[in-house]
């Protein structure tokens, strides 16, 4: 699976948002109304999937779908 | 100051006996235990007891809690929500039209979200601190019960959780019956919730003798409070909920309204972390306490709705303070322990014991302290055995007492429409 589906379908089961409906460009707080608490969890799911690290100054940058894959591509 | 009478509007309950207040109240009055045997206990070596008053086939409605937010809380606080949705229906508070800022929610709890602490401890044990929850602290405080409530109806009056182990749902009735008294608040949703059925639990209250841990082959038997044959409590899980209302308000607004809230007592024995005095030195004041605030006689009392949690010492001491009080009288009341049937619901006992009381007063009928077939030495009151009976209830007792030697007692009075 493209790193970006799996993304996907992380995010997906977690928000119970219908994965056909989040695409590369979805905003994780605009489009997806997630707080920061929200947001921490979100990506400690990433690093327990993708067994990667996000360091902590380094999630304020990651505000989209497109963001995280490109992260855990570099990352992985 | 003039005081403003409290009355009740909405119930809502939870327990072993059912998930609402129709089925609880309905078994209730039949007689039947909600105490049963754990499902699914993986090592019986890690539970030194295995029955449980335990709520059944429960799963709350997405309306409550969204499916995305029902792993973040606690299963204490699904119930508080699902009992304070039942009570808030059944009072229409929500139609009342009052200023959102006089409408509190005070909710009891003695230990909270208990096994949510114990599954991130295992986390964070197994895996580090990096692998523990944004949403594990909100999971498990005890004001996050009434939190929620105060979000899902934009509750915005007084908001807190009161703990003080298996008073605290009484103490949490009692706290908001007085900011209504006071005219602080037009309406308070309170009562108490409580769900510790884990092993660790279990092991700590078994530890302190406390628990009957001998049936473990005839649960619905083990809970009988005030019998010869007792051998400690029964652990009960569930939630009981009021909507409690200024009187006036509420028949302003043709509320119907269930009873009244004439009378609290609250006292410490300054005796023991977990015995009670045995002289009744706190229970005695608490309950007379109640009474004056009340401004009736002992001999008002119709019925005694007990803390009799089926422990040794505790059912013998609660006679004795019951005796202390209502002297003659005691032996003309009815007494009962519907932990009999419920198990002990700890921090949540007042709320499904005042919801007893309410519906004893509505319906004219006394539930029953079940397995009561031969009384212990020195328990030689009616405690209503085995079988509920008909009897018109003007004012009803009931008692909640918690470890740290905390007590509490609360009245209800019959509505009479004046």
């Not at chain 1, 380094?58 to 990352?75: G, H, M, R």
């Not at chain 2, 009055?29 to 295995?50: L, R």
């Not at chain 2, 004001?143 to 009161?162: C, D, E, L, Q, Y």
Request: with cysteine; proline share 4%; charged share 25%.
């Amino acid at each position: 699976m493209e790193i970006q589906d799996k993304v996907i379908k992380i995010v997906s089961e977690a928000t119970k948002v219908d994965a056909s409906n989040i695409k590369s460009e979805t905003n994780f707080i605009d489009d997806l109304n997630l707080d920061s608490l929200d947001m921490v969890e979100m990506m400690m799911k990433m690093e327990e999937e993708f067994g990667v690290e996000i360091p902590e100054d380094k999630t304020e940058d990651l505000k989209t779908i497109n963001d995280v894959a490109n992260f855990l591509k570099t990352a992985q | 100051m003039k005081l403003n009478r409290v009355a009740v509007t909405g119930l809502g309950a939870m327990c072993g006996l059912g998930n609402n207040l129709d089925d609880v109240w309905n078994n209730a009055v039949a007689g039947k235990s909600g105490v049963s045997k754990i499902p699914n206990i993986e090592d019986t070596k890690m539970w030194p007891v295995q029955i449980a008053g335990l709520v059944k086939d429960f799963e709350i409605s997405e309306d409550l809690l969204p499916a995305k937010e029902k792993a973040r809380f606690d299963i204490f606080i699904h119930y508080a929500l699902h009992c304070a949705d039942e009570a808030l229906k059944q009072s229409k508070l929500l139609d009342a039209g009052y200023d959102p800022y006089m409408i509190g929610s005070i909710i009891g709890t003695g230990l909270g979200g208990f096994p949510e602490i114990e599954k991130a401890n295992e986390t964070y044990n197994e895996k580090g601190p990096r692998r523990v929850s944004p949403f594990f602290v909100p999971s498990f405080i005890p004001n996050m019960a009434p939190g929620k409530i105060s979000m899902r109806w934009n509750f915005r009056g007084i908001n807190h959780a009161v703990s003080s182990a298996c008073a605290s749902a009484a103490h949490a009735i009692g706290s908001a019956a007085s900011e209504i008294m006071l005219g602080r608040q037009d309406a308070v949703v309170t009562g108490g919730s409580e769900a510790v059925i884990s092993g660790l639990t279990f092991a700590g209250f078994n530890a302190m003798k406390a628990l009957s841990k001998t049936r473990n082959d005839e649960p619905e038997l083990a809970s009988r409070p005030f019998d010869k044959d007792r051998n400690g409590f029964v652990m009960g899980e569930g939630c009981g909920i009021l909507v409690l209302e200024n009187l006036d308000k509420a028949k302003a607004r043709g509320a119907k309204i269930l009873a009244e809230i004439v009378g609290f007592g609250a006292t410490a024995d300054a005796y023991h972390i977990t015995s009670p005095h045995p002289d009744g030195e706190g229970t005695i004041p608490c309950m007379k306490h109640a009474l004056t605030q009340a401004g009736i006689e002992p001999k008002d009392i119709d019925y005694i709705n007990a803390h009799g949690t089926s422990t040794p010492t505790g059912d013998i001491a609660e006679t004795n303070a019951i005796k202390a009080v209502f002297g003659e009288h005691a032996y003309k009341l009815n007494v009962s322990s519907t932990k009999s049937m419920t198990g002990h619901l700890l921090g949540a006992a007042g709320g499904i014991e005042s919801v007893f009381c309410i519906k004893a007063i509505t319906e004219g009928t006394i539930p029953p302290t079940i397995n009561l077939n031969e009384p212990s030495e020195g328990c030689d009151l009616n405690y209503t055995p085995n079988n509920s009976i008909k009897k018109d209830i003007k004012y009803v007792l009931n008692n909640s007492f918690g470890f740290g030697g905390t007590n509490a007692t609360t009245i209800f009075k019959k509505y009479e429409g004046n």
